[in-house]
């Protein structure tokens, strides 16, 4: 009995998420953007790079896929938003006494989040490949230089693919996890382009290699991206699925955190 009410409760919980998120027409309006962003920029990144001559080492699959790095932060602030709204009205405390189980609530929103960010980072990855692969060849990437299949064999291109809409979910999840911690959006929004952004910027201003190495290994971004790549795979600093696994990592404990938090303290 315990068990059929828990799934009826996290039905419920499920339920009420998936209301909030999609009557707020800012958040639709933010997912639209994150297709429009990473197809548009993948766009003008694949319309504007050259490969006059074989073995000018672009990488194609990552040309196309510019986007994400923007789409990225739209997704952290949808995420950033399902949790820092409702603090910031006081609506927390209306949701906590309808569903009393605060782990719950917190499943329930990374549920809905991943669902809806899976959907979107779908059509943005599939679109910002599909204008690559129209764009790229009248700009060099051709056979002739060393591009007979432009992004790779038919499991690299499902690596590429499916890898980047995982990646953009564990953002998503990394940024719900640490608001759900902070309680503030904007400090949330703040820690999650910390995260994302000065890692890389650590990078290049460490001088010594072993560390830039490591460092590459252990940042959300430049190690979760890894997934796009189609060229020297055997390069990189960490391979590509266990790059996502770092991002899941960080995803994981940021939920972790946050929910721990979320029970041992008031609303």
Known sequence: MA???????????????????RTDTGNLWMLLGTVLLTVGI?????????CPSVGCGQDAGKLSLTGVMAGQVVVAI???????NEYSTGMIRTTFIAMPRRTEVLAAKAAVLSAVTAAAGLLSVLGAILVGK???PGNGFTARNGYAALLGDGGT?????????????LVALLGLGIVTAVRSSAG?????????FVFPILIHVVSNPTWQRHLNQIAPMSAGLGV??????????????QGLGVVALWAVAALVIGGTLLRTRDA
């Open 78 to 84: 949808v995420a950033v938003l399902m949790v820092g």
């Open 42 to 50: 993948g766009a003008g990144v694949a319309g504007t790079t050259k």
């Open 3 to 21: 068990a059929v009410d828990t799934n009826a409760g996290f039905r419920r919980a499920l339920s009420a998420e998936w209301t909030k998120l």
């Open 157 to 169: 291109l499902l690596r590429v693919v499916v890898g980047s809409v995982l990646y953009l979910v």
């Open 228 to 241: 796009q790549t189609t060229l020297d795979v055997a390069k990189l600093p960490i391979g590509p699925w």
């Open 188 to 196: 949330a929004i703040g820690i999650v382009l910390a995260l994302l």
């Open 134 to 136: 129209l764009v790229l």
